[in-house]
C-alpha cells in the first residue's frame, strides 16, 4: 500500500510536467479564485480557452484516452487521471470543453456512424468547436425520459419545437448534442431520439439563467421550428434513451468526486480567529467536533479517490460508486459553508469581503452548493443510484410503465 | 497509486473469513452473550492454532512476521463475525505495547506467549466513569509494586496480565502486572456486550515492572492506542458491513404493503446513507492502515480519522438496523441487538468518539503551526 506511482505512471507524469512548464505557468496561492463552474465567462475567456485547447491538442495532449485515429493518444484513464492532476497545478483557462470532451465525445464515438465521427471528433479534441447537452426540460429533470421536446420528420429533415434548460455553454456552442421525442404514442422511454444540433442553426434561441449567486452558468435554450437534417440523428429513430444513457453514464464519470471538502485548514483557520465567550474557538469541545465531522468526511471522499484511482491504475473500470463522492461532498461543502458563517457571528450576515477577508469567500460557497447538489443528478436521484446499482435494491416502482407518453399524467 | 491491499493479504482475508464462517458464526457470540462465559475458549484456541494472535509479532518472538496490513484484514473479519475472543485487549493493544516500549527480555518473556494464545493481555488506562484519556491517574507505581483501581478493563477478568497506566515519581509511567498474582482482586463488571467481558481490577501493592521509560507512559499509552484505534477501526467496519448487509437482506425478504419494503425510497435512501458512512469509514481506514505499516508521522492524524469514521458508522448502521428491521429488530431472538451493543461498547473502549474528535482537531492544529 503506497501512494506512489508506478514506474510507468511516473516516467509518464514527468513527460507530461515539462511540457505543461514550458508553456504555462504554474499557479501560485496569491491568485484570484477560479470560476471553476463557469459562471461568469467572457469572449476573452472563450477564446483564451479555445487557443489552450488548440496547443494541446498540436502537442498531443487533448483528450488523451481518445483513438490516435482522431488526434488521441489511445492513453490509459490513469494516464488521463494524472495530466489532469499535472494541469490542475498549473494557471490554464477556464476549460469549457468538459460537456464536450467528458459526455458529448463518448457518445457520437459510441454510437455514430465513421462518417459522423469523422465529422465531429476531430474539431471537437482541437476546441475549433465548442458542444454542450440539451437534455433538462422545465418538466423533465430528475425524471428525463419525461422530455417533451418534439422532433417531427419532414421529408430529410427533423423540425424541432420546445424549450431546453440547464445547458452550459450554450452561448458558446456550436454543436449540441439534442434528445427529443418523436413518438408521443409510446410508452416514454421508447418514443426519444437522439440527434446532434448546430447551434446555429436559425430558430434556436438561447437566454441565459439568473442563479441565486449571480453566476449565469447555465443557459435555456429555446426551439422554434429548427431543422436537423436526419443525416445528424445518431443512432436509429426511437432508439435515443439509449444513447441518452450512455452520455449520462459519461457524465457521472466525469464529474466524479464533488471536491466538497476542500477548505478544511481555511475553516480551522477561521475557528481560530474568532472568540466565543472570550476562548479561541478553535479550542471549544463544540466546535472541535463540528470540524473533526468534516475532516472525516472530506477525507473519506479524498481517500475513496484514491482507492478509485488505484482501479483504474489497475485497469478497472469504476462503476457507479462515483455518485458517492457528488453525494458525500455536496452536502459536505454546504454544511462547512454553513459553520464558517456561523462562526463569524454577525459577520457571517455579510457578504463584504472589506470587513473580513473570509466574508464573500464562505458565503460564495454557501450560495453555489445548492447547485451542486441538484446538477448531474440530485441528492436523491444519487441515493437512488447507489442503493439500485450498488447495493441491489429493487428499482422505482413506476406508475408509467408501458402507459403511451401522452396518457401519462402531467400535472399541468 | 496502489492504495490497496496486496492479492496475497486479500486471499489471507479470505481463508480467515472462511475459517470464521465456519467456526465463528453469530451463534457463538449469542452462545457466549447468552451464558456466563467470559469469551469463547474454544475459538481463542482454534485461531491460536492458526497463529492468528501472533500475525505481527516478529519471528524472533514466536510470532508469524507479518505486517499490520495483514492483521489489518483478519480485524475486519473478525469484527464481520462479531467474534467473541478478547483478540483486541491482547493483538491490538498489549502485544503493542509490549512491541513498541518492551525490553529485550521483556518482549522474550511475553512475546511468545502472546503470539501462541498462550496468554491473554490487556490494557488498563480508565479509571472512574467519565474518563476518555490515560491520564491522569490514581495508580501509584513505586518500585516494583502498583496500587489502584481500573475501571472498566476489557477482558480484565480473564487476561493473564494488563499493561497499566499508573503515576510513579517520574511521571506516567507504564507498568506489568500479572494478574494472578497477590495483590490483584479482579471482579467481572455487567457489560453493556456481554459477548466482550468487562472488569475491575484492584490492585494492592500487587507486583509489577515497569514498561518502557518512567515519565513516559503518557506518550507511549498514546501511541499504543493509535495502533490499537487503527486496528480496532478495521474490526468495526467488518460489524458494521456485515450488519448492513444484513439489514439490506431483511428489506429485500420483507414485504409490506405488497411489495418488499426494501423498494421504499424511505429505506433506500437510509441504506445508501449507510452505505457512504461504510464507505467513508473504510477508506479512512485504509489511510489508517498505510500510516500503522510504515508507521510514520501520519499515524497519530490517521488513527483518529480511522476511529472517528468507524466507530460513527458502525454506531449509525446498528441503529438503522433494528430500525429497518422493525418489531422483530427489538426482539431477544432477533440478532440486531448484538450489532447495537458490540457498535456501542466499541466506541467506548479506546475513548468516547467525542475525545478523537478533539484529539483529531488539535493533532491537525499542531500538524499546520510545524
Redesign the interface.
Known amino acids: 500500500?503506497?501512494?506512489?506511482?508506478?514506474k510507468e505512471?511516473a516516467e509518464f507524469r514527468n513527460e507530461v510536467r515539462s511540457w505543461l512548464e514550458a508553456n504555462a505557468e504554474l499557479k501560485s496561492a496569491n491568485d484570484p479564485p477560479e470560476d471553476a463552474l463557469g459562471e461568469r465567462l467572457t469572449d476573452d475567456d472563450v477564446a483564451a480557452a479555445k487557443n489552450w485547447q488548440q496547443k494541446k491538442a498540436a502537442a498531443g495532449w487533448a483528450c488523451l484516452r481518445w483513438p490516435k485515429e482522431y488526434g488521441g493518444r489511445a492513453a490509459t484513464s490513469?494516464q488521463s487521471v494524472i495530466w489532469g492532476q499535472e494541469e490542475s497545478r498549473f494557471r490554464t483557462p477556464a476549460n469549457i470543453f468538459t460537456i464536450g470532451h467528458g459526455m458529448c465525445g463518448p457518445t457520437v464515438m459510441t454510437h455514430g456512424s465513421e462518417e459522423q465521427k469523422k465529422r465531429w471528433i476531430p474539431k471537437m479534441l482541437t476546441g475549433e468547436e465548442v458542444w454542450c447537452q440539451l437534455f433538462s426540460e422545465p418538466a423533465a429533470g430528475s425524471d428525463l425520459a419525461g422530455l417533451r421536446t418534439s422532433a417531427v420528420r419532414d421529408g430529410d429533415d427533423w423540425i424541432i419545437n420546445g424549450q431546453k434548460i440547464w445547458t452550459t455553454g450554450a452561448q458558446f456552442s456550436d454543436w449540441g448534442i439534442l434528445v427529443t421525442r418523436t413518438d408521443p404514442t409510446a410508452p416514454k422511454h421508447k418514443g426519444l431520439t437522439y440527434f446532434v444540433v448546430d447551434m446555429h442553426s436559425p430558430g434556436i434561441e438561447v437566454r441565459p439563467i439568473n442563479q441565486i449567486n449571480g453566476g449565469q452558468g447555465f443557459n435555456e435554450v429555446f426551439f422554434t421550428d429548427v431543422r436537423i437534417p436526419d443525416e445528424n440523428r445518431l443512432d436509429d429513430v426511437g432508439n435515443g434513451w439509449r444513447v441518452a444513457l450512455t452520455t449520462l453514464m459519461n457524465e457521472r464519470a466525469s464529474i466524479g468526486g464533488g471536491g466538497g471538502g476542500g477548505g478544511?485548514?481555511g475553516l480551522?483557520e477561521l475557528a481560530?480567529s474568532v472568540e466565543i465567550d472570550g476562548r479561541s474557538a478553535?479550542d471549544q469541545?463544540a466546535v472541535?467536533?463540528k470540524?473533526?465531522?468534516f475532516?472525516?468526511?472530506a477525507?473519506?471522499?479524498?481517500?475513496?479517490g484514491?482507492?478509485t484511482?488505484?482501479?483504474l491504475?489497475?485497469g478497472k473500470i469504476p462503476g457507479p460508486?462515483a455518485s458517492?463522492g457528488k453525494?458525500?461532498g455536496g452536502v459536505l461543502g454546504q454544511e462547512m459553508a454553513a459553520y464558517a458563517m456561523e462562526l463569524q457571528g454577525l459577520a457571517g450576515g455579510l457578504n463584504d469581503p472589506t470587513v473580513c477577508a473570509d466574508a464573500a469567500n464562505w458565503q460564495a460557497r454557501y450560495l453555489g452548493f445548492p447547485g451542486l447538489r441538484i446538477a448531474g443528478g440530485t441528492d436523491?436521484v444519487?441515493?437512488?443510484i447507489?442503493?439500485?446499482r450498488?447495493?441491489?435494491?429493487?428499482?422505482?416502482?413506476r406508475v408509467d410503465k408501458g402507459v403511451p407518453f401522452k396518457e401519462i399524467p402531467s400535472g399541468s | 497509486m496502489n492504495f490497496d491491499f496486496t492479492d496475497d493479504q486479500k486471499m489471507l482475508k479470505e481463508t480467515a473469513a472462511g475459517f470464521l464462517k465456519e467456526h465463528s458464526p453469530l451463534e457463538l457470540c449469542r452462545a457466549v452473550l447468552e451464558s456466563d462465559q467470559p469469551f469463547s475458549t474454544e475459538l481463542w484456541k482454534k485461531t491460536a492454532e492458526l497463529g492468528w494472535q501472533g500475525t505481527s509479532i516478529p519471528e524472533e518472538y514466536g510470532g508469524a512476521g507479518f505486517g499490520r496490513l495483514e492483521l489489518a484484514v483478519m480485524a475486519e473479519e473478525l469484527g464481520r463475525a462479531l467474534a467473541p475472543i478478547p483478540f483486541s485487549s491482547s493483538v491490538y493493544l498489549a502485544t503493542e505495547a509490549l512491541l513498541i516500549a518492551g525490553s529485550e527480555e521483556q518482549k522474550k518473556a511475553y512475546l511468545p506467549r502472546l503470539a501462541s494464545g498462550e496468554a491473554v493481555g490487556t490494557f488498563a488506562f480508565s479509571e472512574k466513569v467519565g474518563q476518555n484519556g490515560v491520564t491522569p491517574t490514581d495508580t501509584k507505581l513505586s518500585g516494583d509494586t502498583l496500587s489502584g483501581v481500573k475501571l472498566p478493563v476489557p477482558d480484565g477478568d480473564v487476561a493473564d496480565f494488563a499493561v497499566v497506566v499508573a503515576s510513579s515519581d517520574a511521571g506516567p509511567t507504564l507498568a506489568i502486572v500479572d494478574l494472578s498474582g497477590a495483590g490483584v482482586t479482579r471482579t467481572t463488571l455487567e457489560s453493556f456486550d456481554p459477548s466482550r467481558s468487562m472488569a475491575k481490577l484492584e490492585f494492592a501493592d500487587a507486583a509489577a515492572e515497569q514498561l518502557g521509560e518512567a515519565g513516559k507512559g503518557a506518550e507511549i499509552a498514546e501511541r499504543v492506542l493509535n495502533r490499537a484505534a487503527v486496528l480496532l477501526a478495521f474490526e468495526q467496519v467488518g460489524s458494521a458491513s456485515r450488519a448492513f448487509e444484513i439489514t439490506r437482506d431483511y428489506t429485500l425478504e420483507r414485504f409490506a404493503f405488497g411489495r418488499p419494503i426494501a423498494s421504499f425510497q424511505a429505506i433506500k435512501h437510509k441504506l445508501a446513507d449507510r452505505w457512504c458512512d461504510i464507505e467513508i469509514a473504510r477508506s479512512n481506514s485504509y489511510y489508517g492502515a498505510w500510516a500503522l505499516e510504515h508507521d510514520n508521522d501520519e499515524l497519530p492524524i490517521a488513527a483518529c480519522l480511522s476511529r472517528v469514521g468507524a466507530s460513527e458508522a458502525f454506531d449509525a448502521m446498528s441503529v438503522d438496523m433494528i430500525q429497518l428491521h422493525g418489531g422483530v429488530g427489538f426482539t431477544w431472538e432477533f440478532d440486531c441487538h448484538m450489532f447495537y451493543r458490540r457498535a456501542r461498547l466499541l466506541s467506548t473502549v479506546l475513548g468516547n468518539t467525542a475525545s478523537w474528535k478533539h484529539k483529531l482537531v488539535d493533532r491537525a492544529a499542531a500538524q499546520e503551526a510545524a
Open positions: 500500500m503506497d501512494f506512489k506511482d508506478t505512471e490513469i478544511i485548514a480551522m481560530r478553535l469541545s472541535k467536533e470540524i473533526a465531522d475532516m472525516v468526511r477525507r473519506g471522499v479524498k481517500y475513496t484514491f482507492r484511482l488505484t482501479a491504475s489497475q460508486e458517492f453525494l458525500v436523491e444519487l441515493r437512488n447507489i442503493s439500485e450498488v447495493l441491489g435494491l429493487p428499482a422505482e416502482i
